[in-house]
C-alpha cells in the first residue's frame, strides 16, 4: 500500500491512505453540442427534469463545438434524455473515486497508477455539492486501476464517507460491476 499524507507519494508502500475515499467503475457521457447558446446549462436542466443527478461534470469549448463530459447517476437515461434533446452523446467506461475536499490528491492518484504501469488518457475533477471532490479518470485498464486504488483504503475508511448521495451511488455502481 501507498502512503499519502499531504505531499507527493513518497516512501514504501506501506500504510494505507490517511483519508476516507471511495472508487469504483462508472461510465462517462462524452456531449457534444454545435451552434447552441449555454448548451451545458441546457444539459443540466433536461438532466434534472427527469430526476437525474450529475456527480461531475468538464466543459470544454473551441472554435466549432462546445463538448463536455458527465457523470451522472443513470449513464443510459441521461444517454437518452440528451438525446432526445438534440445533443450528440457517446458513452465511455471511466474510474470514479470521490473523497474529502483535498485537490492535491487527484494528481496522487495519478501518479500511483502510472507508477504501476497504467496510463490516464484523460481525468477531472469536480465538487459534488456535499463537500468531497469527485475524480474521474479514463485509463488503460481500468479494471486494474480500481483494484489499486481500493488498496489504499482501509476498511474503516470504506465506510466513512459522509456524502450518502454519492456513496450510495458508488455501492450501486460497485455492486452491477
Not at 457523470?71 to 443510459?76: E, L, Q, S
Not at 470521490?98 to 502510472?114: D, I, S
Not at 465506510?159 to 450510495?168: D, K
Request: one cysteine or more; glycine letters at 10%.
Amino acid at each position: 500500500m501507498l502512503t499519502i499524507q499531504g505531499g507527493p507519494i513518497t516512501g514504501p508502500r506501506s500504510k494505507p491512505i490517511s483519508e476516507p475515499f471511495r472508487v469504483c467503475r462508472s461510465s462517462e457521457l462524452i456531449v457534444e453540442a454545435t451552434e447552441r447558446s449555454g448548451p451545458l446549462r441546457e444539459a443540466l436542466a433536461a438532466l434534472a427534469s427527469r430526476g437525474l443527478t450529475v456527480l461531475a461534470q468538464s466543459p470544454a469549448h473551441n472554435r466549432a463545438a462546445t463538448r463536455f463530459r458527465l457523470v451522472v447517476d443513470g449513464t443510459w437515461p441521461a444517454h437518452g434524455v440528451l438525446q432526445e434533446a438534440g445533443f450528440k452523446c457517446q458513452v465511455e467506461p471511466v474510474v470514479v473515486v470521490e473523497w474529502p475536499p483535498r485537490p492535491a490528491l487527484m494528481a496522487q492518484f495519478e501518479n500511483y497508477l502510472t507508477e504501476e504501469g497504467i496510463g490516464t488518457i484523460q481525468s477531472f475533477a469536480s465538487w459534488d455539492g456535499g463537500g468531497c471532490l469527485v475524480g474521474v479518470f479514463q485509463t488503460t485498464n481500468d479494471e486494474r486501476a480500481v483494484e489499486l486504488l481500493r488498496g489504499l483504503m482501509t476498511e474503516a475508511d470504506q465506510g466513512s464517507m459522509r456524502a450518502a448521495r454519492v456513496a450510495a451511488w458508488v455501492q450501486g455502481a460497485v455492486s452491477a460491476a
